[in-house]
């Protein structure tokens, strides 16, 4: 080979380490190692709630977060550690419910709320008197 053509094959050889430098990095750093949860959040009747406040809190590491469910009675916490939360949903005059789950990296979970309306208590005392 001529010594031209030697030296064009070692600079876009150099060129395409160098290359590879740059975006194998890039690449790595792309990769999650977190996760995402979203749902709905729905009364008894099927309806959906908008505005229902959805909190998501993980014991091990105090993290919360809130939310509120949009039009179509959809929320989402996206960005999350993996780890242990617990998801309560509620919604006013409805009863909140609250879930467990075990969110994992790289998976995202849906997890749907049904509200039922919330049961009142009312003690009344009643007396009476007699007449004398």
Same mark, same amino acid.
Request: net charge positive.
């Given at each position: /080979?001529?010594?031209?053509? /030697?030296?064009?094959?070692?600079?876009?050889? +150099?060129?395409?380490?160098? #290359?590879?430098?740059?975006?194998?990095?890039? +690449? /790595?750093? !792309?990769?999650?190692? &977190? &996760?995402?949860? !979203?749902? +709905?959040?729905?009364?008894?009747?099927?309806?959906?709630?908008?505005?229902?406040?959805? +909190?998501?809190?993980? $014991? @091990?590491?105090?993290?919360?977060?809130?939310?509120? @469910?949009?039009?179509?009675? *959809?929320?989402?916490?996206? *960005? #999350?550690?993996?780890? &242990?939360?617990?998801?309560?949903?509620?919604?006013?005059? #409805?009863?909140? =419910?609250?879930?467990?789950? =075990?969110? #994992?990296?790289?998976?995202?979970? &849906?997890?749907?709320?049904?509200? !039922?309306? $919330?049961?009142?208590?009312?003690?009344?005392?009643?007396?009476?008197?007699? $007449?004398?």
């Amino acid at each position: /080979m001529k010594k031209a053509n /030697m030296h064009f094959l070692t600079t876009v050889r +150099t060129g395409l380490i160098l #290359l590879a430098c740059v975006l194998v990095p890039i +690449t /790595m750093c !792309s990769q999650s190692s &977190t &996760t995402s949860l !979203s749902g +709905t959040v729905q009364d008894s009747s099927g309806a959906v709630l908008p505005g229902a406040v959805v +909190t998501l809190d993980n $014991k @091990s590491n105090g993290f919360h977060a809130t939310t509120q @469910s949009d039009a179509k009675g *959809q929320y989402e916490f996206a *960005q #999350l550690a993996p780890g &242990t939360y617990e998801i309560t949903a509620q919604a006013k005059d #409805l009863g909140e =419910q609250v879930k467990v789950a =075990q969110l #994992l990296v790289s998976q995202p979970a &849906t997890i749907a709320f049904i509200l !039922s309306v $919330k049961s009142v208590a009312e003690t009344v005392n009643v007396s009476a008197r007699r $007449k004398l």
